[in-house]
């Protein structure tokens, strides 16, 4: 009922910035928690960030803290991840996921809804 679609990957340069939307539909995007994850070829699917329903309150995996943000308008049906001073191990698929009132530290199983992806590569 929900659909998610992920938009401003690309090709960076180590200390470069990104800036990734996720646009929802379908329903209430308000009542969804928000996250993003990350999948480089050959690893296993990594947490990235996550917002609560309401805004605010928020969530980052360690490898990200300090140059990541995340960010929500619930008016706009939007979510954004705010990728600074990024290093090429940042280079993944990145996916943009929703889970229904979930709680802030849920795992990726518990996500209901998940986008296409978009790819960030940067390089050296």
């Known amino acids: 009922q929900v659909q998610l679609v992920e938009s401003g990957g690309g090709l960076v340069q180590a200390g470069g910035s990104l800036r990734l939307s996720c646009t929802a539909s379908g329903t209430t995007f308000s009542n969804y928690k928000m996250g993003w994850f990350r999948q480089a070829p050959g690893k296993e699917r990594e947490f990235v960030a996550a917002i609560r329903w309401g805004g605010g309150l928020t969530y980052y995996g360690d490898s990200v803290k300090g140059r990541f943000t995340i960010s929500r308008d619930n008016a706009k049906n939007m979510v954004y991840l705010q990728m600074n001073s990024l290093k090429p191990e940042d280079t993944a698929v990145y996916y943009c996921?929703?889970?229904?009132?979930?709680?802030?530290?849920?795992?990726?199983?518990?996500?209901?809804?998940w986008g296409q992806g978009t790819q960030v590569t940067v390089s050296s």
């Open positions: 996921a929703a889970d229904w009132l979930g709680a802030l530290t849920s795992p990726a199983s518990d996500y209901d809804y």
